[in-house]
């Protein structure tokens, strides 16, 4: 596979983080987790710095920041507080996620069609500062031509449903949702924006994503937390690997 069908694999170390957390104590360390991720082949790593810090807390920020050799995609909502944090540490990429303090986890992605002028305004700093701002949305042509319209770089797709339908058993649906997916992959493309997705991706739902030509990043954490219980973190991270780029090819 040439370095420019290359599908790039961002690990999410959050829920590393909600293992430390349950316990109040100093271990396991995200920071480790992000370094292990590095060396089992991991292209770039995701940590979401929520407003409640849930999981990944401010001091973990700076040192993923102080030690990784690989891309920091740093997720946040569209809050003053976070982003006078990015500006602070000015990440490779930050990417904006909506976000309500009663979900487990994100649900849905960023309203950008209602919201322009306001995300407009908020990531214009982060743009000047040199961070690739990314904004997590679903597939609905309104939300790709608005992010492209407010100078968003990169946009990524939310896979939550599609993965959400294949485990329901509503195939015809989880059928739907990818279609929708491809379709929404193709506009963004066209508009001149990068594309990712990401959310719920497992190892029997990621071939399908991965296969499409548009996507260039696959942002996966929780099942890799997960599956790294079972067969430790570097096996989960080259299964996964090894699945993106077979449907690559």
Do not use: W
């Not at 999981?55 to 995609?73: C, F, K, Q, S, V």
Request: hydrophobic content about 40%.
């Amino acid at each position: 596979m040439s370095d420019s069908n290359k599908l790039r694999l961002g690990v999410n170390i959050d829920h590393v983080a909600t293992v430390r957390n349950a316990r109040g104590s100093a271990y396991p360390d995200p920071v480790r987790a992000a370094k292990l991720a590095e060396n089992a082949g991991a292209d770039g790593i995701t940590a979401h710095l929520r407003e409640d810090r849930r999981h990944i807390r401010d001091e973990d920020i700076e040192g993923l920041t102080a030690a990784l050799e690989t891309p920091l995609n740093f997720e946040m909502a569209a809050t003053e507080e976070m982003q006078a944090i990015a500006l602070r540490h000015t990440p490779h990429a930050v990417c904006i996620v909506p976000e309500k303090r009663e979900e487990r986890t994100t649900e849905g992605g960023l309203d950008v069609a209602a919201d322009d002028n306001r995300l407009a305004e908020f990531i214009a700093p982060l743009r000047k500062a040199g961070s690739r701002v990314s904004l997590f949305i679903g597939h609905e042509p309104q939300q790709i031509r608005a992010s492209a319209r407010i100078g968003a770089a990169v946009v990524e797709l939310h896979t939550g449903a599609y993965c959400d339908f294949h485990y329901e058993g509503e195939l015809e649906k989880r059928n739907e949702e990818l279609e929708a997916l491809r379709e929404g992959a193709a506009l963004a493309h066209s508009l001149g924006l990068e594309v990712h997705a990401g959310h719920g991706l497992t190892f029997e739902t990621v071939q399908p994503i991965a296969a499409i030509p548009e996507v260039r990043e696959l942002n996966i954490g929780h099942f890799l937390m997960a599956e790294a219980l079972f067969i430790g973190m570097e096996s989960a991270i080259i299964e996964m690997r090894r699945l993106m780029d077979e449907a690559r090819a």
